[in-house]
């Protein structure tokens, strides 16, 4: 079998490999992999690396961890070194387990990451066209401002909780694909998150409160000056 180095090779390789074994599920595709069939590989790459990609970035706010992250968890699936056990959760949820252990190793050695927000990043749903009114350039500008504020917010929640609101509302996991990911009880994942969107309300309450009394104090500087 190829290992590749870099998650600029993996990507470059997916790109040009021909489309195959689509219709596939993921433990078919598993099986065909063990047995070593790259093409297996491939194919299971273009289908879970997004969601891979955008979880550990919803996580720790660092493309480059998200990077590091994704090629960790594919470079898993390729050593074989994983132990994935289909009796207790999808191969997504396996998957999603890999990266988790993986975030929280880069997050406990990155204790002083600097995260971005960049509004451009798929951190949100797409919004319905019947709900955007074009040529809106004010209306544009809020959206990205609850963007980021929503961004923040989840960045911001202790990783116990910030992981099932990721997984659960961002990533749109069922309870028991959590469950199954984080190693709890799916009773604990609903609990965490129901705590985790309360805290959430408790933020974004705050940080309008706070973009309230800037914007005030901004309005009360410039009379000064009429």
Avoid at 93 to 110: H, I, M, P, S, T
Avoid at 149 to 171: F, G, I, K, N
Wanted: charged share 25%; glycine share 6%; hydrophobic share 40%.
């Amino acid at each position: 079998r190829r290992i590749w180095g870099t998650s600029g090779e993996l990507r470059q390789f997916a790109l040009h490999y021909p489309a195959m074994h689509s219709s596939l599920s993921d433990d078919e595709l598993l099986t065909l992999l063990r047995a070593g069939d790259e093409v297996a590989f491939v194919t299971l790459y273009r289908r879970r690396q997004g969601g891979i990609y955008r979880f550990a970035l919803r996580m720790s706010g660092s493309e480059a961890v998200a990077e590091d992250v994704t090629q960790e968890v594919f470079m898993t699936l390729m050593r074989g070194d994983g132990h994935y056990d289909p009796s207790r959760g999808s191969f997504s949820a396996y998957l999603f387990g890999v990266a988790r252990n993986q975030v929280r190793r880069r997050l406990e050695k990155d204790r002083f990451l600097s995260p971005i927000y960049d509004v451009d990043e798929d951190w949100d749903s797409p919004t319905p066209e019947n709900l955007i009114a074009l040529n809106d350039p004010l209306g544009d500008l809020t959206r990205k401002e609850t963007i980021a504020s929503v961004r923040q917010a989840v960045l911001a929640l202790p990783a116990h909780y910030r992981e099932v609101v990721v997984l659960c509302d961002l990533q749109e996991m069922s309870y028991a694909d959590a469950s199954a990911a984080l190693g709890c009880a799916v009773g604990t994942v609903r609990s965490r998150l129901h705590r985790a969107r309360a805290l959430l309300v408790e933020k974004l309450r705050a940080y309008q409160s706070s973009e309230g009394a800037a914007e005030a104090a901004q309005t009360d500087t410039a009379k000064c000056f009429v």
